[in-house]
């Protein structure tokens, strides 16, 4: 008996008072170990035999990027060393600051958060983010320096940085090894002793929040669901409180980390219900649950929604796929909130969408889930951000797609959104920073000596300069010890101005980009060039150019292909070798006026990296 009742713990069946439930979440700084260290904690608690790398994050990406994208749940039963048996919910975060958005839902449905900073790397930009997040939300914080199994390796450094970045005290600041497994008993015990249990109350009307949702094709939506109030079973009539629409539990469970189906949740508990919820749109992350025949009179103060950032439209290679890649979106976006969307059309590319996303690495992830899971070919656009433009006869327009432009004579005024900006880095690459973040509009505001050697810049950027590759040169001047964290502080007006790139005189909308006055005739030679190395040579001159309103600031020619047609003549009347070469060049005329020229993905992406050196 005893024996089932231990292997019933380790299945995450064995329910426990409310007063031994903990929910925590793991936040950090981009590769300080949040994953591995989820994985030792897998191992202790007896959910799995033995870990093997990165559980939690389950994606392929995830897997061969080292980084977790999503925020991943799963239930540990902990026998403590008071002999009580604890239930822990977990949920493990992404550290890239493009992901912030996860980390603040998965902070709503915690009472603690487990900080964790590296112990060869130290406090980092976006750890300092995570922390005032938790912060914030009110949750109980428990300081952790990890890794501290890595060679000639002191962790006093670390613990003197948090001491002096967050006020911790050294004594209550844990040393753990996520490889290793040192020092995870003691974090599991701080856990049970620190972080409060849920007061929530059980016999009340029931509200669920939403957090995160994924689509079966069998059992429809899979919502991720954390239970305030009340209880939720199979056979339960629920309702959607911000669409009204009812549905029937058919399944309710916890991770454990695979899916395991439980009686019931209750408050406090973190797990996920299906209800044959097919639509999309019927879930919605951030969405209060509660009961049909008892519903609760408000719902949950819920998530502020996400606002994307960066822009670019995603069309398929195939205009057959289009139908496939509008389904592919619609899934994407149940499982990724921050994810927009609408249709749109392109001259050179054909039908579409529109898409917004939070940073240029979210585009990537986006794109590349796209490509593999849903078997789809995309062309993708260069990255753009939202502009405010003040129209001559006084109204004004948000615009975030740079072929959609009013003509220059029709604009007042062109405001772009900016960024406050926060770099750290060692004190000796304090000058390469300023000289990127200079050489990129970016206005110095303060710079604070933070601890040892490491200094904050405070810059304001525009944020159309950080999409295009400052991250990227910041990495590059500091050989990767910048970090950068972020966050949007509004519009300001500049003198700003679209560049269209023409081929053979026709405009290409897809190409088209928006930038200061003072970087235009630049960046317009330099796509101009990187277009020349990227089109492929037709059967006739193809000529690139850059232009400003009417005045052409660059241009450049591809040769055509030429067939040697006088090969056979060798000697004689040299009118016949003539009117074989104008034979040619009329026949090239003809072709230049009905061929079309297929501008491949790599043009968009010559775009891309505009700071880039040849």
């Known amino acids: 008996m005893a024996t089932e009742s231990k292997t019933n713990a380790q299945n995450g069946i064995v329910r426990v008072p409310q007063q031994n439930v903990r929910n925590f979440c793991i936040v950090a700084h981009i590769d300080h170990g949040k994953s591995t260290l989820a994985d030792r904690l897998l191992e202790v608690c007896g959910n799995v035999e033995e870990a093997g790398e990165q559980m939690l994050d389950s994606m392929d990406l995830e897997r061969e990027r080292g980084i977790t994208i999503k925020s991943s749940a799963v239930r540990l039963l902990y026998e403590a060393d008071d002999g009580e048996t604890y239930q822990l919910n977990l949920i493990d975060t992404p550290g890239h600051v493009d992901f912030a ?10 009472e603690g958060a487990v900080v964790l900073v590296d112990a060869s790397q130290g406090v980092e930009a976006q750890t300092v983010a995570n922390v005032y997040l938790a912060v914030e939300a009110g949750l109980e914080i428990i300081p952790v320096v990890n890794k501290i199994d890595l060679p000639d390796i002191e962790p006093d450094m670390a613990l003197q940085e948090m001491e002096d970045a967050f006020g911790f005290h050294v004594d209550e600041i844990l040393e753990t090894s996520g490889k290793t497994g040192a020092g995870v008993h003691e974090l599991l015990e701080a856990i049970v002793r620190r972080v409060p249990p849920p007061d929530e109350d059980a016999e009340a009307p029931l509200r669920a929040m939403i957090f995160d949702s994924e689509f079966d094709v069998h059992q429809g939506v899979i919502a991720y669901v954390r239970v305030f109030e009340g209880r939720i079973r199979p056979g339960d009539e629920i309702r959607m409180m911000a669409s009204g629409k009812h549905f029937e539990v058919s399944r309710t469970g916890v991770f454990s980390p695979a899916m395991l189906d439980v009686e019931e949740l209750r408050a406090g508990d973190v797990g996920y219900l299906t209800a044959g919820i097919k639509g999309v749109k019927d ?10 025949a008892h519903p609760a009179d408000e719902p949950l103060p819920g998530y502020r929604e996400a606002q994307p950032m960066v822009f670019c439209g995603l069309y398929p290679t195939e205009n057959a796929d289009y139908e496939s890649l509008k389904d592919a979106l619609d899934r994407l976006s149940l499982n990724d909130a921050a994810l927009k969307y609408e249709r749109e059309t392109s001259a050179a590319l054909g039908f579409g969408f529109r898409c917004g996303f939070l940073g240029l690495l979210h585009m990537e992830i986006v794109q590349e889930r796209l490509e593999r899971e849903y078997d789809l070919d995309l062309v993708a656009t260069a990255p753009s951000v939202i502009y405010r433009i003040l129209l001559t006869d006084g109204k004004v327009i948000e615009v975030d797609n740079p072929a959609a432009f009013p003509e220059r004579e029709l604009i007042e005024m062109i405001e772009e959104p900016i960024v406050n900006a926060t770099v750290m880095c060692p004190q000796k690459y304090v000058g390469q920073v300023m000289k990127v973040s200079d050489d990129r509009r970016g206005v110095y505001r303060k710079q604070e000596y933070v601890w040892g050697d490491r200094v904050a810049l405070h810059y304001t950027l525009p944020l159309a300069e950080i999409v295009v590759d400052y991250f990227d040169a910041l990495k590059s001047a500091t050989r990767g010890y910048a970090t950068l964290d972020y966050e949007h502080a509004g519009y300001q007006p500049e003198n700003l101005v679209k560049v269209e790139m023409l081929i053979n005189g026709d405009p290409v909308d897809a190409l088209a980009i928006i930038c200061h006055s003072a970087f235009a005739e ?46 056979k003549c060798y000697g004689g009347d040299v009118t016949r070798k003539r009117k074989l070469l104008e034979r040619q060049r009329e026949g090239k005329r003809r072709m230049k006026q009905v061929g079309n020229i297929d501008v491949p993905q790599e043009a968009f992406l010559a775009i891309l990296r505009l700071g880039d050196e040849d």
């Open 101 to 110: 958005y996860e980390v603040s839902r998965s902070l709503q449905a915690c």
């Open 283 to 292: 879930s919605r992350v951030g969405d209060t649950i509660t009961s049909a």
């Open 522 to 567: 630049s960046r317009g030679r330099t796509i101009a060039r990187r277009l020349k190395q990227a089109i492929p040579r037709q059967m006739f001159e193809v000529r690139i150019q850059a232009s400003i309103g009417s005045r052409i600031v660059a241009s450049t020619r591809i040769a055509p292909l030429r067939k040697n047609v006088t090969e």
